[in-house]
């Protein structure tokens, strides 16, 4: 158990590192000069070497990668060239609508997709089934801003049930924020619950064929117990491994969902960034999102051992 | 629950048809029909496809959904149907009245709930017991099967115990509730001969207390002559022929019945085959192999790790035209020896010389080429060793196309060979999955056979096909002995087979050789316990298959 | 079913469902429309005219027109021919890096190591993320849009046929190839490389549908290819300016975004059914 914890922790480490080279190559490999691209056409001399002076870019690529690598681990992460305010406090401001929006759209996520991924997988061939599947597919098929516009046609322009945009924070009260949050939540879930309801079906379709389920109709055992107790926990493996990697696939949705909803999460700060070529802020940003997918994933992977003890008594 | 009146059958199964499910079906059983009385074993026996486990698949009610479906007949538990009973009733007749142990103890048990709980579910879905008694019931239950520290046991993780261990939980879970009708579908044929036999004798001891009538399923006539009361044998969906085990065995009215029982090898050795010259081809001087396994923590402590001597100072001799028969149970050893001498595996420390030549510090293909040439390997599975996608024809010829043959000259070579292990010279174009396994398993000793090597490791070769056809591939096998002059290692657990082909013996036990010599005097006058341990633990070793007849004196 | 059976005969063997058939026609349908956008198209896709600024659907403009007096239907199908080569290009180019990647992964395990860890590192940078960064620090043409799309889509590539090589590298076919002196590169072509085959076709309709809805987003976002190319993107970004007056400036791009790729991944779900029965109902 210790030793697969440790090994769990040491493999995060050349990961993050690979990170970091990806996010650092990024801008120093991207033809032409940076300084240039950041800045933007119209800039001057005298711009262009103030920003090469602010990035480091006049130093050679190994030196410039150590000191920068350096900045960031002492929790530096520069800048912003637009506001000249850090980084990290401009990411620390907009944090609570992005953790909010993922927050929600996650546990509609597991509330909705693993029953509908058990219940296909043991009607299988059925009309459940049939019907899971088709919503999935079409979660896969129709992109987030799609959905989120014919939420909001539907239901905030037409049926007038829900605000068309904007966001209000858990502090302002349960009732306001739960109003707001709930369209852009289920438009973000819409493709997460896809993905996730076909790997449970998928998963609890692999596990149901195995012995021990047989065994386990073979006591007389009620079929709840054989679908949640004996066969979903066997299949949880995969169905939070998916859980771990759809995050990356959950960030690019906060995006998107934000841009359309009008939230003032991370997603619209990266866009805003991006068009201001704000080059320190993306850079924050990338790192630390690809870091919390680390984590999370490490979490996932720890979180194993509680399902199977197998690996707990590795 | 329902009452059995004196005299009627436990189980009665009348005129049972199956058919897949589909566009078009086929019909899996073909109407067929048997009792068994209260205590009584009926043993259904039969090769592959025969039907066998169907049957008892049906009489649990617990068919595949959507695949299979009765259709026609009744299965009778007491007088009950259960073909028509609904769900509900053949639920709470599972586990209370009617129970199952199934082949693979290794999957059978749930990996991520604890035995205890496993057991404890029986009792709770069946009866109204409370918490501390369900724990004691499970407990005694434990106990009834020998297992120890029962307490333990009900705490433990299905992978902390053994494949014995495992079975034993599941014969107590079958048994918890003292049901009238136990199906057992092969539930030794995973486990090593002498936990087999403790496990059939459990069985047999738990009936007789209990008055449990067994349907036991096997494709194994020494099990049968072991366990049976009565015998059905099953071919193709039907029953060819139902009678007492002593009926069946020793006057046998049907053809395939006395088929099935002429395969069967005898435990008696064959005699040993004449030798001219000594003329060693393969030879081990005291190979050592060792497995580290670290976790990942003692390799950042530097700590040292688990260490397995699976193989420890083992030595012998093959001569040409030879066979070796290395014998023993899961985990001796004797698969590793094999894979050494093939340098499929790294030999900790010994010589191994092929034609004198010693290839034990060999690295890399180029140097071991000419050594793997000369000795070549039949695997275990012939569904696996075969790559689906290449023709017979291309796997035959890959190793010569290697050695730099013309492609045209080998195509005729294999084409030669493949009418040698008694196949078509077509089936150069055919694919593995065109072929049955016998079939593939002559491909395969075709394949290693245009290497012309000097020696053939065959491993466990023969362990994964039905009785008749192994006994057609071992012919095979010594035919293109005999007219090659070949030395053949042969790995198997099965000390039948071992007596028929072996003209020498080894038996291996954790890693160690504790008997070697030739195959009539190890086999008929063991010296080593664990040799005598394995001669009794053989499923009917004290039947004569060939004469028909229980054998009164031993051997 | 048996896996033996040569990818034709698993293709055409027993007559498809009518889904897949239909997804089929559909796609062929988008696909000849992206071909012959200038002759079916009823005007040119940039073609300005102030009169006819937000025009509702009629006999003139079938879908409406846009903010600029811009045929939407002209628009919409001139959007095709972005989506389909960005989807074809993204989809090539993450097979052909990383088919040798992943072969090579899992075969040489010294490399497998530091080459995962770079493809989790990879992985854990969020698609879009990357591909906005990439457009926004180069000029957003066709091959930046392509390459920033497909980056992130190779990880996903390298571990398939990485695990397929395992899976496959296990079996004693392999042993025994070994033993007739088979040299590892061969035996990755002759006995790795085909049985990877199926999956990569399978996977690569999967890579191509979201590769489209990639670049519709980036395109959404105004960091796609520049407004003066009409994709499907672009046209929502600009409708949903006027979305309370005219939801068609978005519905009408979303309905036929949404068709294409719902055939795709379709008909991928009918070709992973056919030519990889044990993945069958995998994500």
New interface residues.
């Given amino acids: 158990m210790l030793s697969y914890f440790l090994r769990r922790l040491l493999m995060a480490i050349p990961v993050m590192f690979f990170v970091a080279v990806f996010v650092f190559l990024l801008l120093r490999l991207t033809p032409g000069d940076p300084a240039q691209a950041i800045a933007g056409d119209q800039a001057s001399l005298a711009q262009l070497e103030a920003i090469r002076e602010s990035l480091g870019l006049n130093e050679p690529l190994s030196v410039q990668f150590v000191t920068w690598i350096g900045q960031m681990l002492q929790g530096d992460f520069g800048r912003s060239l637009i506001s000249d305010r850090p980084v990290l406090e401009m990411i620390g401001q907009r944090l609570g609508p992005t953790l909010a929006l993922a927050l929600v759209a996650m546990a509609m996520t597991l509330l909705i997709a693993l029953p509908m991924g058990v219940l296909a997988a043991w009607r299988h061939g059925g009309m459940t089934d049939r019907l899971v599947m088709a919503v999935s597919v079409i979660g896969f098929s129709v992109p987030i801003f799609v959905i989120g516009y014919v939420l909001i046609g539907v239901f905030a322009v037409h049926l007038r049930w829900f605000p068309v945009q904007g966001y209000k924070a858990l502090a302002d009260g349960i009732g306001p924020f739960a109003h707001r949050i709930f369209l852009p939540g289920l438009a973000l879930a819409s493709i997460y619950i896809a993905l996730i309801s076909r790997m449970t079906r998928a998963s609890m379709l692999e596990v149901l064929r195995e012995d021990y389920v047989r065994t386990a109709r073979a006591k007389g055992l009620p079929e709840g117990l054989v679908l949640f107790r004996h066969a979903l926990r066997n299949a949880a493996i995969p169905i939070l491994t998916v859980v771990g990697t759809g995050f990356a696939m959950m960030i690019s949705g906060v995006v998107v969902t934000e841009t359309v909803f009008n939230i003032p999460g991370l997603g619209r700060l990266v866009v805003d960034a991006v068009l201001a070529r704000d080059y320190p802020l993306i850079q924050a940003i990338i790192l630390l999102t690809a870091g919390t997918y680390v984590l999370i994933n490490l979490a996932i992977d720890l979180s194993y051992a509680l399902t199977d003890p197998r690996i707990r008594y590795q | 629950m329902t009452a059995s009146q004196p005299g009627q059958p436990v189980l009665s199964v009348r005129d049972l048809k199956v058919s897949t499910m589909g566009r078009r079906p086929a019909e899996i059983l073909k109407g067929i029909s048997f009792d068994i009385a209260p205590g009584e074993t009926l043993c259904l026996v039969g090769e592959s496809g025969s039907g066998k486990s169907v049957t008892s698949l049906v009489t649990m009610d617990l068919l595949p959904r959507g695949e299979l479906q009765v259709t026609g007949g009744t299965a009778a538990l007491n007088g009950e149907d259960i073909v028509s009973a609904s769900p509900a009733r053949t639920k709470a007749l599972r586990g209370a009245e009617m129970a199952m142990i199934f082949q693979e103890p290794m999957t059978a048990l749930n990996p991520v709930l604890t035995i205890g709980l496993q057991m404890d579910e029986i009792y709770r879905a069946h009866t109204k017991m409370r918490g501390p008694d369900r724990r004691s019931a499970a407990l005694a239950a434990f106990d009834s099967v020998s297992l120890p520290d029962p307490a333990r046991i009900y705490d433990s993780y299905p992978h902390q115990l053994s494949g014995g261990q495992r079975q034993r939980v599941m014969i107590a879970m079958a048994l918890a509730l003292k049901p009238k009708l136990l199906i057992a579908d092969e539930p030794t044929t995973a486990l090593d001969v002498t936990t087999q036999k403790q496990i059939l004798q459990l069985i047999r001891k738990l009936q007789e207390e209990q008055n449990t009538a067994v349907l036991f399923i096997t494709h194994d006539m020494g099990v049968v002559v072991d366990i049976a009361d009565r015998v059905c044998v099953m071919r193709h969906g039907e029953v060819v022929e139902t009678g007492t085990t002593g009926e069946v065995l020793s006057q046998p009215r049907e053809q395939y019945t006395r088929d099935l029982l002429a395969a069967v090898p005898s435990l008696t050795p064959r005699r040993a085959r004449a030798q001219e010259r000594h003329e060693h081809v393969l030879e081990l001087l005291e190979v050592e192999k060792v497995f580290e396994f670290r976790s990942f923590l003692s390799k950042l402590l530097r700590r040292p790790g688990h260490r397995v001597r699976a193989v420890k100072d083992v030595s012998f001799r093959l001569d040409r035209g030879r066979t070796l028969g290395i014998v023993g149970e899961s985990g001796s050893g004797k698969s590793t020896v094999a894979r050494c001498v093939l340098r499929l595996e790294d030999p900790t420390s010994g010589a191994i010389l092929v034609n004198g030549h010693d290839i034990a510090p060999l690295e890399g293909q180029t140097a071991l080429a000419p050594a793997r040439r000369a000795v070549q390997m039949i695997f275990q599975d012939p569904n696996r060793s075969l790559n689906p996608r290449l023709t017979a024809g291309d796997s035959l010829i890959e190793g010569a196309l290697n050695a730099g043959e013309p492609r045209a000259e080998a195509l005729a070579r294999a084409g030669e060979l493949l009418e040698v292990v008694g196949l078509p010279r077509d089936a150069l174009t055919r694919y593995p999955h065109q072929f049955s396994g016998g079939q593939r398993q002559r491909i395969a000793i075709a394949r290693a056979l245009m290497m012309s090597p000097d020696v053939i490791v065959a491993d466990e070769a023969v362990s994964a096909l039905d009785v008749s056809v192994q006994a057609q591939v071992l012919d095979l096998l010594a035919e293109v002995q005999a007219r090659r002059n070949l030395a053949i290692l042969f790995i198997t657990h099965d000390l039948r087979v071992a007596a028929q082909i072996c003209d020498d013996v080894m038996v291996m036990q954790r890693g160690e050789v504790v008997e070697f010599g030739p195959a009539g005097q190890v086999l008929s006058d063991p010296q080593h316990d664990y040799t005598r341990a394995l001669l009794e633990a053989a499923p009917g070793r004290d039947w004569d298959f060939a004469k028909g007849r229980r054998i009164t004196e031993p051997a | 079913m048996?896996?033996?059976?040569s990818l034709r005969k698993r293709l055409i063997e027993t007559p498809p469902h009518w889904t897949t058939m239909l997804a089929l026609a559909v796609l062929l349908a988008i696909v000849a429309m992206a071909l012959f956008a200038p002759r079916i198209a009823n005007f040119p896709p940039t073609e300005l005219n102030a009169m006819m600024r937000l025009k509702p659907a009629d006999g003139t403009y079938w879908m409406g027109t846009d903010s600029f007096g811009r045929d939407l239907y002209s628009r919409v199908i001139h959007g095709a021919r972005v989506s389909l080569l960005v989807g074809a290009g993204v989809a090539l180019g993450a097979i052909l890096i990383g088919l040798p990647l992943g072969l090579l992964a899992g075969w040489f395990r010294g490399l497998d190591a530091?080459l995962m860890?770079?493809m989790?590192?990879?992985?854990?940078?969020?698609?879009?993320?990357?591909a906005?960064?990439?457009?926004?620090?180069?000029k957003a043409g066709l091959t930046t849009v392509i390459i920033a799309i497909m980056l992130?889509e190779i990880p996903q590539v390298v571990r398939l046929v990485r695990a397929r090589v395992l899976a496959t590298r296990s079996?004693?076919?392999v042993?025994?190839?070994?033993?007739?002196?088979?040299?590892?590169m061969?035996i990755i072509w002759?006995?790795l490389l085909?049985?990877t085959i199926a999956p990569l076709i399978v996977q690569g309709t999967y890579v191509y549908?979201s590769a489209i809805?990639?670049e519709?987003?980036l395109s959404?976002?105004?960091?796609g290819i520049g407004t003066e190319t009409p994709t499907w993107g672009n046209i929502?970004a600009e409708g949903?300016l006027y979305?309370?007056l005219n939801?068609w400036l978005?519905?009408w791009p979303?309905i036929v975004?949404?068709l294409c790729?719902?055939s795709?991944?379709?008909l991928g779900?009918a070709l992973r059914d056919r030519l990889d029965p044990k993945m069958?109902?995998?994500?």
């Fill in positions: 048996s896996q033996t059976q530091v860890r770079a989790d590192g990879l992985m854990a940078i969020p698609g879009i993320l990357l906005i960064a990439i457009v926004a620090l180069t992130p079996e004693t076919f042993e025994a190839a070994v033993l007739l002196g088979t040299s590892p061969r002759r006995h085909p049985s549908a809805l990639t519709a987003a959404f976002l105004g960091v929502m949903r979305f309370a939801p978005v519905y979303a975004l949404s790729i719902l795709i991944n379709l779900d069958k109902g995998r994500s």
